[in-house]
C-alpha cells in the first residue's frame, strides 16, 4: 500500500513539475515588410564591408589616417538604421563607369565621419 501511495505521489508531482521544466514555444506574426527589412540590412551590411576590403578604399583610408581594419569593425557595429542611411545614397548614384569611383569617395567620407565623430 505504501509502494503504490509513493508511486502515485511521485507520478503527480512528475506531471505537475513537467511543464516548469519544458520551455514553451512563442511566436509571433511577422509582416513582410519586417522581413524585408532585416534581409535588406543584411545586403547593405554586406556591401559596405565589401567595398571597404577593396584595396582602393583601404589606400583611402590609410591615406586619410584611419584603420581599415577599426573601419571595418564600426560598420559592423552600425544598427540597421544607419547602415540603411549609409547605403541610401550608394543605390541612387547613377550607373556607368564612374560608379565605383563615386561609391569609394562616398564611403571614405562615411567612414572618416564614423572614426572620426561617432
Not at 505504501?2 to 505521489?9: F, I, M, N, Q
Not at 508531482?13 to 511577422?30: N, W
Not at 519586417?34 to 559596405?48: C, G
Request: charged letters at 15%; a negative charge; aromatic letters at 4%.
Amino acid at each position: 500500500m505504501k509502494k503504490s501511495l509513493l508511486l502515485t505521489a511521485s507520478m503527480a508531482a512528475a506531471v505537475l513539475v513537467q511543464p516548469a521544466l519544458i520551455p514553451s514555444a512563442q511566436a509571433d506574426i511577422v509582416t513582410t515588410h519586417q522581413y524585408v527589412q532585416e534581409q535588406q540590412s543584411v545586403l547593405n551590411r554586406a556591401v559596405l564591408t565589401e567595398q571597404l576590403q577593396r584595396q582602393e578604399v583601404r589606400d583611402l583610408l590609410v591615406q586619410y589616417g584611419v584603420d581599415p581594419d577599426e573601419a571595418l569593425l564600426r560598420v559592423a557595429a552600425l544598427s540597421d538604421e544607419e547602415v540603411m542611411e549609409l547605403t541610401a545614397s550608394i543605390h541612387e548614384l547613377p550607373a556607368g563607369a564612374g560608379i565605383s569611383i563615386s561609391t569609394t569617395v562616398i564611403l571614405v567620407g562615411i567612414i572618416i565621419w564614423l572614426v572620426f565623430f561617432r
